[in-house]
C-alpha cells in the first residue's frame, strides 16, 4: 500500500486527462486556455499501466479530471479501462457538464459511479460572468439525467467567491430540498496568477459551518474514500451541503489523496514545488517499475501545503491539475 512517512494511507487517484478547458472561469483561466504550448497527454496505453500499478499499490478510488475530462474523445475509453482494472472500486468524475447532457448515458454505461458537476452559479447571468459560458440549464438537466441514471453520488460543486455568490447559499439550499445532490462550496485558492483576484474574492467558509449548525444541520461521517469536504445532512432536505475549506487548520491530517498530471507528472500535493515523471515507465511492460517508482516517491511527501503562508508551489492555475 502507498504510504507516507507520517503514516498516511493513499487509495484516492486524481488522474488529470487534460490540461485543457473550454471555459474561461475568472478564477482559474480569465483569458481562456493557452493553446499555444505542446499537448502531449497521456495515452489509452499509458492511462491503462498507470492505473494498473497504482490498483497493485491499494488504489480503490480513481477521480478522472482535467482540464475539462469531456473534451476527451476516448472519455469512455478512459473510464472503462479504469472499470476493467482488479481492485478499482469507484470511478468517479469531474467536470463543467459542457457535454454531459449528451454523454452521462454512454459514461454510466462504461462503469462511472461518481459524478462531480461545476456551477459556480444557479443564476445563468451570473454563471456567465463568472464562467463566460451560457449552458447552465443544459448542465442542470445533465444532472437531473445522471440522478435518474441511478447515480446516488451526484455532487455540484461552486468555487466560494465573496463579490459574486456568498449571497446565493440560500438559492442552493432551496435547490437541494427535495433534490438528492450534494451542493459543496470550495474555497478559493489562491495560485501563480489569481493573486489579485483571490485577495478580492477569498472568504473562509467556516462562517457558513457554523450557521449551517445553529440551523439544524449535522455533519456527516466520512466514507473511508471519501475526500476533504465537510458534508452536512438535515432532516427536512433530501440533498447535503458540503465545505472544503483547505485554509482551515488540520486541513492535511488526513490527506489520502495523490495526483497524476495529463503529462504523466505525480504530484504529491496540488502544491507541489514539482512533479515527479513516470512517463518513463509507463509502458506496456512498465507496471513493476511504475510501483517502484511510485514507492519511492512517498518519502518526499510533505506533511501539508503552505496556502496560509501564499506558497502556491508550480501551480499557475488549477486546470493544471484538476483542483
Not at 486524481?14 to 490540461?19: F, K
Not at 478522472?64 to 472519455?75: A, M, N, S, V, Y
Not at 463566460?132 to 448542465?139: T, V
Not at 444532472?143 to 447515480?151: E, F, Q, R, Y
Request: proline share 2%; glycine share 8%; hydrophobic share 35%.
Amino acid at each position: 500500500m502507498l504510504q507516507d512517512n507520517f503514516g498516511r494511507k493513499f487509495e484516492y487517484l486524481r488522474l488529470s486527462i487534460t490540461d485543457v478547458c473550454n471555459f474561461s472561469c475568472d478564477y482559474c483561466l480569465p483569458d481562456g486556455y493557452d493553446c499555444s504550448g505542446a499537448r502531449d497527454f497521456l495515452s489509452l496505453s499509458e492511462i491503462k499501466t498507470l492505473v494498473t500499478a497504482f490498483a497493485k499499490l491499494g488504489m480503490k478510488k480513481i477521480r478522472i479530471t482535467g482540464g475539462e475530462p469531456g473534451l476527451r474523445k476516448d472519455l469512455v475509453d478512459v473510464i472503462r479501462i479504469c472499470n476493467n482494472t482488479q481492485g478499482i472500486e469507484q470511478i468517479a468524475l469531474t467536470t463543467n457538464g459542457f457535454n454531459l447532457e449528451n454523454n452521462i448515458e454512454q459514461w454510466v454505461e462504461a462503469g462511472l459511479t461518481h459524478l462531480n458537476v461545476s456551477a459556480d452559479s444557479l443564476d445563468p447571468r451570473l454563471f456567465q460572468a463568472i464562467t463566460g459560458h451560457q449552458n447552465l440549464e443544459s448542465i442542470l438537466r445533465g444532472v437531473d439525467k445522471a440522478i435518474s441514471l441511478g447515480l446516488s453520488n451526484v455532487k455540484l460543486n461552486a468555487v466560494l467567491l465573496k463579490t459574486f455568490n456568498l449571497d446565493q447559499i440560500d438559492q442552493y439550499l432551496s435547490w437541494i430540498k427535495n433534490k438528492s445532490v450534494t451542493v459543496r462550496f470550495i474555497e478559493l485558492m489562491e495560485t501563480g496568477d489569481n493573486k489579485d483576484y483571490f485577495a478580492t474574492n477569498h472568504i473562509s467558509g467556516e462562517y457558513i459551518k457554523q450557521d449551517l449548525l445553529t440551523k439544524g444541520w449535522t455533519q456527516v461521517i466520512k466514507g473511508k474514500l471519501a475526500g476533504p469536504a465537510q458534508e452536512f445532512c438535515h432532516p427536512d432536505y433530501q440533498g447535503r451541503f458540503g465545505l472544503i475549506m483547505p485554509y482551515s487548520t488540520d486541513f492535511c491530517k488526513t490527506c489520502n489523496r495523490l495526483r497524476i498530471a495529463s503529462n504523466g507528472k505525480l504530484h504529491l500535493c496540488l502544491f507541489a514545488e514539482q512533479g515527479i515523471d513516470l512517463r518513463p515507465y509507463l509502458t506496456e511492460d512498465g507496471i513493476e517499475q511504475t510501483c517502484d517508482a511510485l514507492l519511492a516517491a512517498m518519502t518526499n511527501k510533505e506533511v501539508g501545503h503552505e496556502l496560509a503562508k501564499n506558497f502556491t508551489g508550480a501551480t499557475t492555475h488549477l486546470a493544471m491539475l484538476g483542483g
